[in-house]
């Protein structure tokens, strides 16, 4: 049997070893700095976890402690999700009493395409985030202040999402239809999916509401269409492709596969992809005037 591998040892992805305590000691490095000289009020980033193949996510404030930061394959949740919302660090209504200076935060690729829809849509300022950033060289919409590592695109995921689009594509619509059905049927309406979104900030979720209920609360196949259909357009032309709602579903829903085809029509349609460019105009807030769409002026 393989020995284990710790966070701060060995990050593999796709096979090609890196060495994530290069990376590790280059995010301990920049905090310690940031926290020593008074820049940030603490620094979010990774932590072991309660098995050596998890992390998880951590808050540090003081340079003693910089030592619990690791990095590694295990590092793959988007830590833009904890500056916003009614908890957010950036957004709770006690932070301007308590929290006076920037946060740094460390940032794989799609959280820094998180970060930057988070700005388009005026959830905080660029100066209250120091970016500690992980690159791979795909394009994301906001530089890294500091750049702690990089890491190399994960071509196998891309490939199996592409893969299964082409199958779907493949299918009659009533195929289609069926084989969607079957996939909302082993919802079990836990929300992992939305509470682990970074752009699932609402204070209250219409899932969530009964006055009016738009959405049934009991896990049936109609509902729970309803209830992926409803989050899917909520998060069109944001989604960033971060894959944290896949990874933490419990039943295994290819919501990947879902966001990803939106993402491909929306592209399409306006020409956008998100996160990449910080000064666009999101794309379901421009109006083309030669869209054959747009109402004739009367």
């Known amino acids: 049997m393989p020995e284990k591998t710790r966070a701060a040892d060995l990050c593999t992805c ?9 990376i590790t000691r280059s995010i301990r490095e920049a905090a310690a700095d940031l926290l020593g000289r008074g820049v940030v009020d603490a620094v979010l980033g990774y932590s072991a976890g309660w098995r050596d193949e998890a992390a998880t ?24 999700k904890y500056l916003v919302g009614p908890d957010g660090w950036l957004t709770a209504p006690y932070r301007a009493a308590q929290r006076k200076r920037p946060l740094a935060v ?20 660029r ?49 289609r239809w069926a084989w969607w059905e079957a996939q909302y049927a082993r919802c079990i309406r836990c929300y992992a999916c939305r509470q ?23 896990s049936s196949v109609t509902n729970n269409r309803m209830w992926n259909t409803i989050r899917v357009f909520h998060l069109i032309g944001r989604c960033v492709d971060c894959g944290e709602c896949e990874r933490v579903c419990p039943a295994d829903i290819p919501l990947g596969v879902l966001h990803a085809k939106m993402r491909l029509e929306v592209e399409e349609a306006f020409g956008y992809v998100a996160g990449i460019d910080v000064d666009a105009l999101p794309a379901l807030l421009q109006v083309n005037a030669a869209d054959p769409d747009r109402p004739a002026k009367r």
């Open 14 to 22: 796709e096979g090609s070893p890196m060495e994530a305590a290069a």
């Open 57 to 80: 996510p951590c808050v540090v404030t003081r340079v003693e402690d910089v030592d619990q930061l690791v990095f590694g394959a295990q590092c793959t949740h988007n830590l833009a």
């Open 106 to 125: 460390v940032a794989r690729p799609a959280t820094m395409r998180a970060l930057t829809g988070l700005l388009q849509e005026h959830q905080f300022e």
């Open 196 to 218: 682990v979104c970074p752009f699932c900030y609402c204070e209250q979720c219409i899932a969530d509401e009964n006055q009016p209920q738009w959405i049934e609360r009991s």
């Open 127 to 175: 100066a209250d985030v120091i970016i500690l950033g992980i690159t791979d060289g795909l394009p994301v919409g906001v530089e890294p202040d500091i750049q702690v590592g990089v890491i190399p695109e994960d071509a196998a995921r891309n490939a199996r999402i592409q893969q299964q689009l082409a199958e779907l594509e493949a299918m009659t619509p009533e195929e």
